[in-house]
């Protein structure tokens, strides 16, 4: 039987080396059913020229694989995307085509939390400003700023969004004392309340959180959802943590908070653009800590996530459904088997 082809748009690796080599991580899983060929992902045709007798995608940045580039593809059943946030794939016109979308949503959320956890604390204790005093020779001004700053101990982190990553950072926060509340729409109360964390709404979230950490995927819902009105609404001493997508929050308008006094201060490791602006005003503020989107970055994330993209690709190849679909309502539509059991907790899932 003929190898299924994979067509994959991935950072590029040196090539002095057979493609067998170079993708050894995602044909531990695909090597049987498939063989992966590199594409061109330069533009929109160049794409679709290379990829439209694929049976599957794997891509992880590059070009969007929007609405144009889905219809040229003429039998593909599975984009394979190796991250959480799959904002780079038009997940509805691939749901319309009758193709699978998945991501890897629990690869690397341990290093996401621990980043998280790491700005929060930097933001605490105002780490940006204290290392830039002692270097400056201004030894004795670091005591005085600290000592207007709350302990952690008592202070309430506010989540938005409470999936894989805010959980695994609630579990983190709550050994330092924090009080943790939560605004997820999609999340049950019982989930929140099992985890020692407060179900709220977001409003009251930015009413009484000290920290907020941002958690959403990006959509229309989430984009710039924290601009003029929420800083606004937030109190004057609130710290900002993002280590989710930049452009969930209005870059501008959290500017204009810093500089009005509304936020004390930011943890980012997302921006909107990416890389900034060498003029960007964050740049430059004693009270903000950037780091480059380099919250899952360890020695084992990305070797992690191209093994598990490749298990996820197979599993559609071979008939099945994946572990992880980012558009379950296509799942019926299509000729895959359901191998998962039902959750003993509920009911049938449909």
Same mark, same amino acid.
């Given at each position: 039987?003929?190898?299924?082809?994979?067509?994959?748009q991935?950072?590029?690796?040196?090539k002095?080396?057979?493609i067998?080599?170079?993708?050894?991580?995602?044909?531990?899983?695909l090597?049987?059913?498939?063989?992966?060929?590199?594409?061109?992902?330069?533009?929109?045709?160049?794409?679709?020229?290379?990829?439209?007798?694929?049976?599957?995608?794997?891509?992880?940045?590059?070009i969007?694989?929007?609405?144009?580039?889905?219809?040229?593809?003429?039998?593909?059943v599975v984009?394979?995307?190796?991250?959480?946030?799959?904002?780079?794939?038009?997940?509805?016109?691939?749901?319309?085509?009758?193709?699978?979308?998945?991501?890897?949503?629990?690869?690397?959320?341990?290093?996401?939390?621990?980043?998280t956890?790491?700005?929060?604390?930097?933001?605490?204790?105002?780490?940006?400003?204290?290392?830039?005093?002692?270097?400056?020779?201004?030894?004795?001004?670091?005591?005085?700023?600290l000592e207007?700053?709350?302990?952690?101990?008592?202070?309430?982190l506010?989540?938005?969004s409470?999936?894989?990553?805010?959980t695994?950072?609630?579990?983190?926060?709550?050994p330092?004392?924090?009080?943790?509340?939560?605004?997820?729409?999609?999340?049950?109360?019982?989930?929140?309340?099992?985890?020692?964390?407060?179900?709220?709404?977001?409003?009251?979230?930015?009413?009484?959180?000290?920290?907020?950490?941002v958690?959403?995927?990006?959509n229309?819902?989430?984009?710039?959802?924290?601009?003029?009105?929420?800083?606004?609404?937030?109190?004057?001493?609130?710290?900002?943590?993002?280590?989710?997508?930049?452009?969930?929050?209005?870059?501008?308008?959290?500017? =204009?908070?810093?500089? !009005?006094?509304? /936020?004390?201060?930011?943890?980012?490791?997302v +921006?909107?653009?990416?890389? %900034?602006a @060498?003029?960007?005003?964050?740049?430059?503020?004693?009270?903000?800590?950037?780091?480059?989107?380099?919250?899952?970055a360890?020695?084992?994330? =990305?070797?992690?996530? !191209?093994?598990? /993209?490749?298990?996820?690709?197979?599993?559609? +190849?071979?008939?099945?459904? %994946?572990? @992880?679909?980012?558009n379950?309502?296509?799942l019926?539509k299509?000729?895959?088997?359901r191998?998962?059991?039902?959750?003993?907790?509920?009911g049938?899932?449909?």
């Amino acid at each position: 039987m003929a190898k299924k082809k994979v067509a994959v748009q991935l950072p590029t690796v040196a090539k002095q080396v057979s493609i067998e080599q170079r993708y050894s991580l995602e044909l531990e899983a695909l090597h049987e059913i498939a063989e992966i060929v590199e594409i061109d992902g330069k533009t929109p045709s160049s794409f679709i020229e290379g990829a439209r007798e694929a049976d599957a995608l794997i891509t992880s940045w590059g070009i969007k694989i929007d609405q144009q580039i889905i219809a040229g593809l003429n039998q593909c059943v599975v984009i394979g995307v190796g991250s959480v946030g799959v904002d780079m794939v038009d997940v509805d016109a691939a749901t319309q085509a009758g193709i699978v979308v998945t991501n890897v949503p629990d690869v690397f959320i341990e290093e996401v939390a621990d980043h998280t956890m790491m700005l929060l604390l930097g933001c605490s204790r105002r780490v940006k400003l204290m290392d830039k005093m002692v270097k400056a020779g201004d030894w004795y001004r670091g005591r005085p700023v600290l000592e207007k700053t709350p302990r952690l101990w008592g202070q309430t982190l506010g989540l938005i969004s409470f999936g894989n990553v805010a959980t695994a950072v609630a579990r983190r926060a709550q050994p330092f004392g924090m009080n943790i509340i939560a605004y997820d729409p999609y999340v049950t109360e019982l989930k929140m309340t099992a985890e020692g964390v407060g179900p709220v709404t977001l409003p009251e979230l930015l009413e009484q959180s000290d920290y907020i950490s941002v958690h959403p995927g990006l959509n229309d819902s989430s984009r710039a959802m924290l601009s003029d009105a929420e800083f606004s609404a937030m109190k004057n001493t609130v710290c900002i943590i993002n280590c989710g997508r930049g452009p969930v929050i209005d870059e501008a308008a959290l500017i =204009r908070a810093l500089q !009005r006094g509304e /936020v004390a201060a930011a943890g980012l490791d997302v +921006l909107e653009q990416e890389p %900034p602006a @060498s003029d960007n005003p964050l740049l430059e503020m004693d009270n903000v800590i950037l780091t480059p989107h380099a919250a899952s970055a360890t020695d084992r994330m =990305r070797p992690e996530t !191209r093994r598990r /993209v490749g298990r996820e690709v197979a599993l559609v +190849l071979d008939g099945k459904w %994946p572990m @992880s679909c980012v558009n379950p309502t296509v799942l019926p539509k299509v000729d895959l088997e359901r191998w998962q059991p039902y959750p003993m907790t509920r009911g049938p899932n449909r």
